[in-house]
């Protein structure tokens, strides 16, 4: 300890120290002179500390060089400070982990999982949806032309399933479904025959102001007697509605022959235009009509 001390005077002594080690030969006038400096401070410390401090002094003992740059030192300056940096870095590496978790387990087999469901829809699932529609439409139908739209539709959706295009291959589904619901159907087309409505009117082409079209207005009742909305194409627009109402396009002689009947006593007495049978795509008319319909009037 003694000897860390003389070193210590002599490193705040800097000065006295070049100047006395300049030479070898004033060694002893250096000891001499530390040896007056302790005395003066009232202690007493032994020749031999004396050099052996001047010695460690010369050989740069007890003095701190810090290490050189390099990995090690880098590594050792981050392990000392570790409690600065520890928990960010680690709140940061279990955030880091938690997201490969995520993504590698959980994400990429749940996307591996539905492009599995997908394909296997689109090769099993949907064309045996379709192939059951199909098989159905040809056991229920009784006119021809239902078989060849339901075959029309199965090849497409066969075709779109197996190019991959998933919403094609379901649109041709929900329309072989839609074709055999078409088929079941069962109602009776009878023309409105109600006090404050009106059971037909007629109209001037925009395209021909020449020409006259007259029109009975019907609605659809399945066996319980309710009211049906059906899709009904307006010859008009050429849109697509599903209504209630709508009015059937007929040849003067028969608008007339129907105004005329509800003329008579306010009723109609033959009011039941025609009739879909099950098995069946079209109406069966009773009366003739021109194959057009409206849906505003």
């Given at each position: 300890m003694l000897a860390m001390d003389v070193v210590?005077?002599?490193r705040h002594r800097?000065?006295?120290a070049t100047r006395e080690l300049a030479g070898i030969t004033r060694e002893q006038q250096l000891i001499d002179k530390l040896r007056d400096i302790y005395h003066h401070q009232g202690i007493e410390v032994p020749d031999h500390i004396l050099k052996e401090g001047v010695a460690a002094l010369a050989q740069s003992r007890f003095v701190y060089e810090p290490p050189a740059p390099g990995w090690g030192t880098t590594l050792a300056r981050l392990y000392v400070s570790r409690r600065r940096w520890g928990k960010p870095v680690l709140a940061l590496a279990g955030l880091l982990l938690s997201l490969a978790i995520g993504y590698f387990g959980i994400y990429q087999p749940y996307q591996r999982a539905q492009a599995e469901q997908v394909r296997l829809e689109l090769s099993e699932g949907l064309p045996?949806?379709?192939?059951?529609?199909y098989q159905t439409i040809f056991e229920e139908t009784k006119v021809q032309q239902a078989v060849l739209d339901a075959e029309t539709l199965r090849q497409?959706?066969?075709s779109l399933a197996a190019e991959g295009n998933r919403a094609g291959a379901q649109q041709a589904v929900q329309d072989l479904t839609a074709l055999r619901d078409r088929l079941r159907q069962e109602y009776v087309l009878?023309?409105?025959?109600?006090?404050g409505e009106q059971s037909g009117f007629w109209t001037i082409p925009a395209v021909n102001t020449a020409a006259t079209n007259y029109y009975l207005v019907v609605e659809a009742l399945n066996a319980e007697g309710n009211v049906l909305s059906l899709p009904i194409l307006n010859e008009e627009n050429g849109q697509t509605e599903t209504v209630d109402k709508w009015g059937v396009r007929v040849p003067e002689t028969v608008y007339n022959a129907i105004v005329a009947d509800?003329?008579?006593d306010?009723?109609?007495q033959n009011n039941e235009l025609g009739r879909k049978s099950d098995g069946f795509l079209e109406v069966e008319y009773n009366l003739p009509v021109l194959g057009g319909a409206?849906?505003?009037?």
């Open positions: 210590d005077t002599l800097q000065d006295l045996a949806q379709m192939d059951m529609l497409r959706g066969h009878q023309i409105v025959n109600r006090s509800k003329q008579d306010g009723i109609i409206v849906t505003r009037w």
